[in-house]
C-alpha cells in the first residue's frame, strides 16, 4: 500500500506539473516573434528536434528491447500456468514450462526488437536478429559451462548431461533461432517506419551543462531503489524456494508483486525521464533503460547479503554455483526491467510531445 501510495503521489505531482508546462507553453505560442525570442525559453519542448533521435548502439539496444518483451511475456506466462496449473508439485515442471515458453515466444523478440532498429534507421537487419535471438542462450549456456567445468572437477552430481545440453543446443538453433527471423521480418516491414510527431534535427543540440543529481547516472543509480522496495519481500521467498528447497506456491500473490512492480518501473522511469527532458538532455533511451534495470543491481546486491546470513553454503563449488546462477537471473531480470520501463517512458514522451504544438 505505501508504494501505492508514493506512485499515486508522485504520478499526481507529475500531472500538475506538466499542466503548468502545458500553460506556459500556451502562452508563449500566443506571443509575437519579438516577445518570444527576448523570452526566457526552457524546458522539454526546446529539444523537440532531437529527443526522438536514434540512441547511441542502435542495434544493441533494439535487441535488449525484442530480449526484454520475450522474457516479460515468458514470465507472465509462467505465472498464469502455475496459478491454474500444478507446476509447483515437480520442481523441474516450472523450468520445462519456463523453455518452452520461451521456445514459443521467440518471434516476439524478433518482432520488437526489427521493428525499433528499423525505427532507428537501422540496415544490417539479419546482424540485428542474430544478435538479439543470441542474447539470453548465449548467456545461459556461457553459465551453464562454467557451472559445468567446475561440477566436473570436483565430481559433482549438479553436471548437466551433454545429451541435456545438446537438445538445448538444438533447440536455440532450430527453433528459437527460425522464429526470430521471422519476428523481425513482420516487424520490419509492418512496424519499421518511424512516425514521429516531431522533426529530427539534422544537427544534435548541444546539451547544456547542469547539476551533478541532474545527470544521468544519478538517475539510473537512484531509480531502482523503489521498484526493490516493491518486490523485497518476494525476493527472500522466491531466494528460499531456490536455495532452501523450499515449496512455492502463492503464484497468485507474485502475479500481484509483478503487477505492481511493472506500475513503480513505468512511474519511476517517467519521473526520471522528465527531470532529464526537463533539464534539456535527449538521451532518454539508454537513461530509461539503465533507470529501470538498476533495480536488477539492488537484486544481486541483496543476494551477497542472502548468501552470507541465509544460506550455508561454503566452498569454491558452491559459490561459484550460487552467483554464477544469481548472475545470470539479475541480467535477466534487469533486461526485463528495463525493457518494461523503456516502453513506458517511449509512450509518455510521445504523448507529450504530441499535445504541443511544434513550431
Request: proline residues 3%; aromatic residues 20%; hydrophobic residues 50%.
Amino acid at each position: 500500500m505505501m508504494v501505492l501510495f508514493l506512485v499515486g503521489l508522485v504520478s499526481m505531482i507529475l500531472m500538475r506539473t506538466l499542466r503548468k508546462d502545458y500553460a506556459r507553453y500556451s502562452h508563449d505560442e500566443e506571443l509575437d516573434d519579438m516577445d518570444r525570442d527576448l523570452g526566457d525559453d526552457y524546458g522539454w519542448k526546446q529539444i523537440h528536434g532531437d529527443v526522438f533521435r536514434a540512441p547511441t548502439y542502435p542495434m544493441l539496444f533494439a535487441s535488449l528491447i525484442g530480449s526484454g518483451v520475450q522474457l516479460c511475456t515468458v514470465s507472465l506466462l509462467v505465472i498464469l500456468v502455475a496459478i491454474y496449473g500444478d507446476l509447483y508439485t515437480e520442481r523441474s515442471s516450472i523450468l520445462s514450462a519456463a523453455i518452452f515458453l520461451y521456445a514459443v515466444t521467440a518471434p516476439l523478440n524478433g518482432l520488437f526488437g526489427g521493428s525499433f532498429y528499423s525505427q532507428y534507421g537501422g540496415k544490417a537487419w539479419k546482424q540485428q536478429f542474430l544478435f538479439g535471438a543470441a542474447i539470453m542462450p548465449s548467456l545461459v549456456c556461457g553459465s551453464t559451462f562454467v557451472i559445468n567445468f567446475v561440477a566436473w572437477y570436483y565430481h559433482a552430481s549438479r553436471a548437466i548431461p551433454f545429451t541435456s545440453m545438446l537438445a538445448v543446443s538444438a533447440l536455440c538453433f532450430f527453433v528459437i533461432l527460425p522464429l526470430t527471423m521471422v519476428g523481425a521480418i513482420f516487424g520490419r516491414n509492418i512496424a519499421g517506419q518511424a512516425n514521429y510527431p516531431c522533426r529530427i534535427n539534422t544537427v544534435p543540440r548541444p546539451i547544456p551543462d547542469k547539476k551533478w543529481f541532474m545527470e544521468p547516472v544519478f538517475f539510473v543509480l537512484i531509480s531502482g531503489v523503489l521498484p526493490f522496495g516493491s518486490i523485497f519481500i518476494e525476493m527472500y521467498f522466491i531466494f528460499t524456494s531456490f536455495w532452501a528447497y523450499k515449496i512455492y506456491y502463492v503464484y497468485g500473490f507474485m502475479f500481484l508483486v509483478f503487477s505492481i512492480l511493472i506500475v513503480v518501473i513505468v512511474c519511476v522511469t517517467i519521473v526520471s525521464t522528465y527531470f532529464l527532458l526537463n533539464s534539456e538532455d535527449y538521451r532518454w533511451h539508454w537513461t530509461s533503460f539503465l533507470s529501470a534495470s538498476s533495480t536488477a543491481l539492488y537484486v544481486y546486491i541483496y543476494a551477497f547479503y542472502y548468501f552470507f546470513f541465509k544460506t550455508k553454503m561454503y566452498g569454491f563449488f558452491q559459490t561459484s554455483f550460487y552467483f554464477s546462477n544469481m548472475l545470470v537471473f539479475s541480467i535477466a531480470f534487469g533486461i526485463l526491467t528495463g525493457t518494461v520501463g523503456h516502453l513506458g517512458t517511449a509512450a509518455f514522451v510521445r504523448k507529450i510531445y504530441s499535445t504541443v504544438k511544434i513550431d
